[in-house]
């Protein structure tokens, strides 16, 4: 029985895990990639769900697919803020301290904003696999965990691809490494960011739309997810991309576990405690360079 | 002008303060006095790390959560020292609490500044990015813990009820009052005193270039550590008579965001350069925030907070000191 229960836990664990990639996958470029300490990014997430909620409300369409609608909007919100970050922060190299209080005033803004529009109800969707689920033997998965993990570990390997196959996305890896031998190279640093960025926003309409799938969203819901993104950027290793899905199947897994074990409200403090961990012993993470 | 004296002009100001909401004689005052200040404390704790230092804590909720929390623990043990106490040091103890609300700053003062400390020296060697990072994860470990640990309320939360009346000062929200404008005065006082100082200089160095000045032998950890043991004990002190002001406290409403947000909004927003800057900041912005809740709402409130704090650093990146800097700057030319 303890078993059957270890068992489900783990794999509910990678199921969680593969979303904490998906919703961590944006922060990895930004933050490990282009050195954009972006911490709104979980609150830009949030966004994403109430604009699937929202859509699914009035049309009844699938908030997966609502996502994959919303990319080009994502996509041109973040060229805009980047826009705005390079223009007041980057160019004049005042970006740490005013840039990092700019997201955290985007990020504030972006969840008071939600809160005075739709109140502080939790918001959920419907869709045809929200009840069911699938078993094999005492395995179950349920799919309203399963169908978000398989879609965003697509989405992941389309990253990853689009990241070391295409001329676009090494250009990305090398703006990380040394923008100014990537200008010397007739490439412009700052539009390689700024679609590197653009990019990283366009992972939270995906996100987003898993994590109302999978829970019921509030406009707060974002802040959870804060110290668990850097967790799993972190110990998966900044820039990496392979790292960080390890690192969110270890921290998706452990959670679980500690859920099933020790009760929920304990597993906030695991995604934490394994960032300190990691910031104190390796901070260059997992498979840091 | 000299320490001493400054000294002397910030009490003889909050005197007059006191003596003029005195006259004014309604409480309302008082608990609207008691906010303001909290947050001039507040603003200038976080400016001693964020300002002079440039390092970014976004935890600020935390270390006030630490201070509010310390004084609810050592309140409880107050209340029932015979469930916590062995019989033998049950007489002493009746004898020590229940502690003096004085004494409870001062506690939360000090585990504020602890865990500074600790959390300081696991990640202040890393580059400033991760220990802001550290300072959020902080705030959600710690408020795990509080849900989680019932001799303090957990998620329940807990009572703490104040005497009705206080000998001289009369109303015990008048008593709060005062001890939240000495607090003030002093954490201006030391903001000024810092700033002026060697250790001081050795903060901005840190702040303009830490590698230049690492090389040139100042030991950046070790004033980094001062710095956050420092602004961390402010912050602590500011939270510790939080649970008589409001009498019922929660996790959520001791870890509230917007503690955190406005630690950083207040110096963004008057200026993070001198003591001046988050004085100014609090001022305004909580009284601002304080005519807009009352009048339209608290969620209102927040989002003008956010976005003024947004507007400030894009556009006045030197807040509004460096505005009147500039206005200044540019009259005396033409």
Known sequence: ?289 | MRTPLFTLVMLAVAAALYLSFRFVGNDYLFFLGYVVLQYVVIATAWNILGGYCGYVNFGSAGFFAIGVYSTIFFYNIGQAPEEVFPEFLLTPMKWIFPLPLPVLIVLGGVFAGLIGLGMGYLTLRLRGVFFAIATLALAVVLETFIVNWSFVGGSRGAYVIPPENIPVFGPFIQYLFVLMLLLAVASVVAARLIERSRLGIGFATIRDDELAAETSGVPTLRLKLIATVLSGALFGMAGAPFPFYIGYVEPNSAFNLSYAVNAIAMPMIGGTTSWVGPMIGALILSTLQQVVTVTISSAVNLLITGLLLIGFVILAPNGLIGLWHDWTGRRSKS
């Open chain 1, 1 to 289: 029985m303890q078993f059957d229960l270890l068992i489900n836990a783990i794999i509910a664990g990678l199921m969680l895990g593969a979303f904490y990639a998906a919703v961590t996958a944006g922060i990895s470029i930004s933050f490990g990639m282009l050195d954009i300490v972006n911490i709104a990014h979980p609150g830009f997430i949030v966004l994403g769900s109430y604009i699937a909620y929202i859509v699914n409300a009035q049309f009844g369409i699938d908030p997966i697919v609502i996502a994959i609608l919303a990319l080009p909007v994502f996509y041109a919100f973040g060229a805009l803020i980047y826009g705005i970050y390079f223009q007041s922060f980057e160019k004049r190299g005042q970006d740490s301290m005013r840039g990092l209080a700019f997201f955290f005033g985007l990020l504030f803004v972006t969840e008071v904003g939600l809160i005075v529009a739709f109140g502080v109800d939790y918001r959920s969707v419907t869709t045809s696999y929200v009840g069911g689920s699938v078993n094999i033997g005492p395995m179950e998965f349920p799919l309203r965990m399963l169908v978000p993990a398989i879609v965003s570990l697509a989405m992941f390997a389309a990253l990853q691809l689009f990241m070391t196959r295409t001329f676009i996305g090494r250009a990305v890896m090398a703006v990380s490494q040394d923008p100014q031998a990537l200008e010397l190279m007739a490439v412009d640093p700052t539009r390689i960011k700024r679609i590197a960025f653009s990019l990283s926003m366009a992972t939270c309409a995906m996100a987003g739309a898993f994590l109302i799938v999978i829970q019921p969203v509030l406009p707060s819901s974002g802040r959870e997810y804060i110290g668990r993104v850097f967790a799993v950027c972190v110990l998966g290793g900044l820039g990496s991309l392979p790292g960080t899905l390890i690192a969110a199947l270890l921290i998706g897994v452990i959670e679980s576990i500690v859920t099933t074990f020790y009760g929920p409200s304990w597993a906030p403090a695991v995604s934490f405690g394994l960032l300190l961990l990691t910031l104190a012993v390796r901070p260059s993470g997992l498979l840091g360079r």
